[in-house]
């Protein structure tokens, strides 16, 4: 939906293995080439990465167009990028993916049309071959160490001045971008869908006790996040190293809430930020009260700290109703004054 689909229907195989054909087995591959004739679809997403001739079998068998995982999510932010290196760490990650898929396989995107997985260079590419792909996968590489280069003097220049950088970070469509317009009415874009934040923005606040501070929307993370994106994005991403605080914004609504959380450790964890000085809060909580009732922030806190009492370095928010900023600020403060690692707890 994101993307711009219209879902027409999902499809389930329990498997040990994935075939290494078609990815799917042979019975459910006719069960999908027959539902085309009711569902009508023209495109099938597939929730993983396939290997390029898995796609190729594929496409060649069902004569539709086929996206991955991956490719599914490089379309969506292809549309998210708006900064020069946004679409150059966009465009790094595309080719990368697209690399190994080049040999004798330009045939089968020329049919395809616009739509999902044809942004990008897909389809200004379909006459390159693989060393001018390698080339242009070099020059990328070297204007985004520019880009490094150029963030690195940054930082420097931060902590000459002295100034604390707090990061906002989570999974996709957490409120990060919401929370950053309600404590420094920044103006970024929101929208309930995924990746809406790709550019990440920096804005100055002022703490309770008159501290100013720099704070950093970025980019969302999602559950098997591709590594092309992790390392296309490692400009961006190094911004996280100089933070002072990190504070993790959880969809504290969403049925999927600690798997959510679990999944933004675990990156954080890939990335070496582990053990930066922390504090999560738990978003949306207007979200998970009865709807018996009106409810005001003193009210909401007192009834779901009751129920769900919240565990130490944690707090209870609504970014949108402005619930708990006041106190977040607060616990800001502190870890910049103090710089004290409060213990990451699951949500619920």
Known sequence: KTAGAEV?????????????????????????????????????????????????????AIRVKIIDRVALILDIFSQRAHTREGRLQVELAQHKYLLPRLAGQWSHLERLGGGI????????????DRRLIKDRILRIEKQLDDVRKQRSLYRDQRRKAG??????????????????????????????????????????????????????????????????IVSAFRATLEELEEASVLVHVLDFASPEA???CATVEAILKDLNLQDKPMITALNKIDLVLPADQKWDETSATAYLTKEMPPAPGTLMMSAVKGWGLKKLLEMVTEKVNQGQVSTNIPPR
Do not use: C, W
């Open 8 to 60: 027409v229907g999902t499809m389930v195989q329990a498997t040990r293995t994935a075939s290494r054909n078609f990815y799917v087995g042979k019975g459910k591959l006719d069960e999908i080439i027959a539902a085309q004739e009711t569902l009508g679809y023209t495109t099938i997403i597939f929730d993983d990465e396939l290997l390029p001739q898995q796609e190729r079998n594929l496409e060649d």
């Open 117 to 128: 997985g044809t942004r990008g260079p897909g389809e200004s590419q379909l006459e390159t």
């Open 163 to 228: 100034i604390p950088v707090v990061s906002l970070v989570g999974y996709t469509n957490a409120g990060k971008s919401t929370l950053l317009n309600a404590l420094s009415q920044a103006g970024v874009v929101t929208q309930k869908t995924l990746f809406t934040t790709l550019d990440p923005t920096t804005r100055r606040i002022t703490l309770p006790d008159n501290t100013v501070v720099l704070l950093t929307d970025t980019v969302g993370f999602i559950r098997r996040l591709p590594p092309t």
């Open 258 to 260: 600690d798997k959510k």
